[in-house]
């Protein structure tokens, strides 16, 4: 069963930094383009970032220069670095993983940027 856990959210100021890490189980890791979304109160998830199995990398707009994606293949594990965080971030990050048929999302883990 494909498993994916987040991990790395909390409270921050704004102006500060965190690493989120999301560690999958299962095969075919190295293939699958893998992605961290959000979802803030009220609002619809979004794409943030993601990665795909060539190391090709996509950004959102509000994020462009300020979060950086990354991927360990001998970990099975992709990352999320954040800088200059800002209020506006705040909202629950999920993991996704595409490989084929399957598409799976992670529990999520909060992060909280105060002003």
């Known amino acids: 069963q494909v498993q994916l856990v987040e991990s790395g959210g909390g409270l921050v100021q704004a102006g500060g930094s965190l690493r989120l890490s999301c560690a999958a189980s299962?095969?075919?890791?190295?293939?699958?383009?893998m992605g961290w979304y959000r979802q803030a109160p009220g609002k619809q998830r979004e794409l943030v970032a993601r990665?795909?199995?060539?190391?090709?990398?996509e950004y959102a707009d509000p994020v462009k220069g300020r979060f950086t994606i990354s991927r360990d293949n001998a970990k099975s594990t992709v990352y999320l670095q954040m800088h200059s965080l800002k209020p506006e971030d705040t909202a629950v990050y999920y993991c996704?993983?595409?490989?084929?048929?399957?598409?799976?999302w992670g529990q999520g883990t909060q992060v909280t940027v105060s002003s």
């Open positions: 299962g095969s075919f890791f190295r293939f699958s383009l």
């Open positions: 996704n993983r595409r490989h084929g048929a399957y598409d799976g």
């Open positions: 990665i795909t199995s060539n190391y090709s990398t």
